[in-house]
């Protein structure tokens, strides 16, 4: 097998990102330039789902986080809201014997409460029985806000009574839902926005932006390797300066 067959695993020149976080965005700009309703980009974004996570799987991607649904989508016409919600049903049908063939662990970060019992318990079945699985994490974020995440965290740690000297960044991040979880490493924007759109704002302060012009269910193996590679290619300093560099 060549290195550039499509099934090969890649050789990066550094290590491949640890936790990578997805915003999955351009499905509805995908289905319009092919005439077809939005919902059928939706679905075709679940489709790709399962292609990139076996793709990272390969690349040595620990943690994978999607952006499936925000806290402002709401705002979205009725029927979309309907056929996303009704996309996360779908999705632990069809998938999860997958995830658990392929060792991945299910979970959820956003807010449940808004979304019906029904959905809640089948969510919160699907994560118990894949919470064994180790190959990779997938979080994905659906009913997910950057600033309410902030929210609910703040509210539970006045609510537990906790001395303002002990709330450190330690402690914040240890409310969020993200919690236990390490801080993304490089975050992937399809559809060529550069914005995150309330995206997992505190855990992405260090993390490498990527953002390519392919809609998400366009965004194949080898644009994921693209992203990778060029995660590899840069200098993270995290604030600091290299010791090559003058620091007079
Ligand atoms: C991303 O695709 C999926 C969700 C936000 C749920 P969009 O639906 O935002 O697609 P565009 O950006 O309109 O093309
Ligand atoms: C971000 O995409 C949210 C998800 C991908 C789920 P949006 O399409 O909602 O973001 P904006 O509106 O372009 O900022
Ligand atoms: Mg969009």
């Given at each position: 097998?060549?290195?550039?067959?499509?099934?090969?695993?890649?050789?990066?020149?550094?290590?491949?990102?640890?936790?990578?976080?997805?915003?999955?965005?351009?499905?509805?700009?995908?289905?319009?330039?092919?005439?077809?309703?939005?919902?059928?980009?939706?679905?075709?974004?679940?489709?790709?789902?399962?292609?990139?996570?076996?793709?990272?799987?390969?690349?040595?991607?620990?943690?994978?986080?999607?952006?499936?649904f925000?806290?402002?989508?709401w705002?979205?016409?009725?029927?979309?809201v309907r056929?996303l919600l009704r996309i996360i049903d779908y999705y632990i049908d069809?998938?999860?014997?997958?995830?658990?063939?392929?060792?991945?662990?299910?979970?959820h970060?956003g807010d449940m409460s808004a979304l019906s019992k029904r959905l809640q318990q089948k969510i919160q079945r699907a994560i118990e029985?894949?919470?064994?699985?180790?190959?990779?994490?997938?979080?994905?974020?659906f009913n997910?806000?950057?600033?309410?995440?902030?929210?609910?965290?703040?509210?539970?740690?006045?609510?537990?009574?906790?001395?303002?000297?002990?709330?450190?960044?330690?402690?914040?991040?240890?409310?969020?839902?993200?919690?236990?979880?390490?801080?993304?490493?490089?975050?992937?924007?399809?559809?060529?926005?550069?914005?995150?759109?309330?995206?997992?704002?505190?855990?992405?302060?260090?993390?490498?932006?990527?953002?390519?012009?392919?809609?998400?269910?366009?965004?194949?193996?080898?644009?994921?390797?693209?992203?990778?590679?060029?995660?590899?290619?840069?200098?993270?300093?995290?604030?600091?300066?290299?010791?090559?560099?003058?620091?007079?």
């Amino acid at each position: 097998m060549s290195s550039t067959d499509s099934h090969s695993t890649p050789i990066f020149s550094g290590p491949a990102p640890a936790h990578i976080g997805i915003i999955m965005d351009g499905n509805g700009r995908w289905a319009k330039q092919r005439g077809l309703n939005r919902s059928e980009g939706h679905r075709q974004g679940v489709e790709n789902l399962r292609r990139v996570l076996e793709a990272a799987g390969e690349f040595g991607v620990k943690t994978l986080t999607v952006y499936a649904f925000s806290t402002e989508n709401w705002s979205r016409p009725i029927a979309e809201v309907r056929f996303l919600l009704r996309i996360i049903d779908y999705y632990i049908d069809r998938e999860l014997q997958a995830l658990n063939e392929r060792g991945v662990q299910l979970r959820h970060i956003g807010d449940m409460s808004a979304l019906s019992k029904r959905l809640q318990q089948k969510i919160q079945r699907a994560i118990e029985q894949t919470q064994h699985n180790e190959k990779l994490i997938l979080n994905v974020a659906f009913n997910y806000g950057g600033r309410a995440e902030v929210v609910q965290a703040i509210r539970r740690i006045i609510e537990e009574g906790l001395p303002p000297e002990q709330v450190t960044e330690q402690v914040v991040s240890s409310y969020l839902y993200t919690a236990g979880q390490p801080d993304p490493d490089l975050i992937i924007r399809t559809g060529g926005e550069m914005r995150l759109s309330n995206f997992l704002m505190w855990q992405a302060t260090y993390a490498e932006y990527y953002s390519t012009p392919t809609y998400w269910p366009d965004f194949d193996r080898e644009e994921l390797r693209k992203a990778i590679e060029h995660y590899t290619a840069r200098d993270r300093r995290f604030g600091g300066v290299k010791e090559t560099h003058d620091t007079k």
